[in-house]
């Protein structure tokens, strides 16, 4: 019951951004277990190339494309099936819905205990301690499941994980094709709309733009909230922004408000305080745009642009062919 598996998700034969951090922080938990760590994924997901990058040491290429199971029915049973023979003591994936089906599945399949939504998992005196975002992302817990009492199913927030990719590879992978022991009908996606970057959890959001007290009055909320439209960013503020009622509360970047990992932050008028950088610093990319050359934010980023943003604003806002709304 040592062993871990980790589901990956595939882009065009790459691995994910997400799953890598779920591989990384998969594989410390199986050499704390002192177990094997096992990958798996659909059929033509990952390329061999990719696979021999990744620190797995056997990886199971499911029976079944992406295409054969779109809502991950076939993969979850399948992996149900499993966990005994493999000795699987816990099973993870990012969190998001194909993982979660997944594992919820060979959960219930398995008799296993499933946990969404979890910053962190560790090993405490042999028991798996669960850290988990609960209520929507306003309250955390800690759960703890004692030593092999069940299999422990689990997706993981990126965000709580880090994001940079681990692939120390020590040992080449062994692959094995797993023969396909379940099947049926499977629900079919007909039609898929994108979410509009405004309705996007800020944790889960790909690029977040942060209105500072800057530009802290109905003119700057104005022209931060076009140009968030405009490149597809999710609109986020800081305390004082928050405080002073231009953003609702759950639009709260930083030590009491939402911890981001985009893969591009844009803060406009925001100085970088501590409380702000404590929920930006998982960003791959920071830009700052701010008229003090000084301002702690611009430290930090990747990409300073130094000026008034009332003038930098609408200059991105026509680049980028919007018209002109104040
Ligand atoms: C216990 C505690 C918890 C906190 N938690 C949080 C938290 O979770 N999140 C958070 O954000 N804060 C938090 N704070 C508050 C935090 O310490 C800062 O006060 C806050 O982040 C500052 O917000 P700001 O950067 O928008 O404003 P300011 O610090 O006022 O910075 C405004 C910036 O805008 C620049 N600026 C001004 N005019 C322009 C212009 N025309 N164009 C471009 N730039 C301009 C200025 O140079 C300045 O750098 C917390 C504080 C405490 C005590």
Redesign the pocket.
Known sequence: MNNVLVFIEGEEGKITEDSKNIVKDSKKLADLLGGSLIGAAYSEAISQEELTQAAIDVFWELPFTLDDDPCGQLAGSEIGCLVGEAKLGLLLSANNLLGETILAIAAASSDGVFFHSCRQISIDAGDFKIHQSTYNGKVDEVRILPKHSNVAFATIIPSGTGRNPYFEKKNPVTVQKVNPLVNGMVPKIMETFKAKAENIDLTEAEVVVAM????ANEKGLKLVSQFANLIGATLGG????VDNGFLPHNK??????NVVAPRLYIGV?????P??LI?IKESDVIVG????PN?PLLKVADLAIIG???EILPALIEGLGGDQVV
Request: proline share 0%; net charge negative.
């Open positions: 500072g007290d800057g530009i800081s305390r004082i922004v709260l970047i930083g030590l009491t408000g008028g925001v100085s970088g305080a409380h702000h929920g745009i701010n008229s003090d301002a008034d943003a009332f």
